[in-house]
């Protein structure tokens, strides 16, 4: 059975982050809430975890999953940004969009595309998920919560309890947070392609 954290969107509670962070931390599945939509996620190195979202999401091998940073500084050390990609990304995080590049060595390798060796990275904009994110000291591995046969995600924290709430360690009440998966932009062409409108405006990337 799922704990059912209520943490408040503005103002986090530290004591419940950092029980939250507790259990990312002992290899627990948890959903939380973005600045898009809410999320599903683990610690970055923890295998099992990773392969119980496969599941829940009904993923291939295929899909990259994105890396949830704290901030710029600590996304370059997990994919390989040249200048103008670093200009794009200091005007576009933190925000709603999730970028596919180039990943570094730090990368677990099921975690990346297994043919272009990319992965996804994304600085939200949410005080919850990025207080979380400072509490477990690390990226947390995760991606939009759309269950199989839905094209949108999951947005009542009350629904993902009664769907979830046997195959998750922790569900993060944080009110609502969005309708819409962030903005998908593959950056590691010549030039930015977009993957998947989301709630990220676009017209500013590929202009």
């Known amino acids: 059975m799922a704990q059912f954290f209520q943490i408040h969107p503005d103002n986090p509670q530290g004591r419940l982050i950092s029980q939250a962070a507790d259990i990312v931390a002992a290899g627990g599945v948890i959903v939380f809430p973005t600045d898009s939509a809410y999320a599903i996620g683990c610690r970055l190195g923890e295998k099992l975890a990773v392969e119980r979202i496969r599941g829940l999401r009904q993923l291939d091998k295929h899909h990259n999953f994105t890396l949830m940073c704290r901030d710029l500084s600590e996304l370059a050390s997990y994919a390989k940004v040249d200048n103008q990609m670093f200009r794009l990304l200091k005007n576009h995080t933190p925000g709603p969009y999730t970028f596919i590049m180039p990943a570094t060595a ?10 272009r060796k990319t992965i996804g990275l994304r600085v939200p904009d949410n005080p ?8 477990v000291g690390e990226p947390l591995m995760s991606c939009s919560l759309i269950m199989p046969g839905d094209e949108q995600p999951l947005t009542d924290p009350y629904d993902i309890r009664e769907t979830l709430e046997h195959q998750v360690e922790l569900i993060i009440d944080g009110g609502f947070c969005g309708l819409e998966a962030t903005t998908v932009v593959d950056l590691t062409g010549d030039e930015p392609e977009l993957i998947r409108q989301g709630c990220g405006a676009i017209d500013e990337i590929l202009g």
């Open 106 to 115: 730090e990368v677990p390798r099921r975690l990346m595309h297994p043919k």
């Open 128 to 135: 919850i998920a990025l207080a979380l994110i400072e509490a």
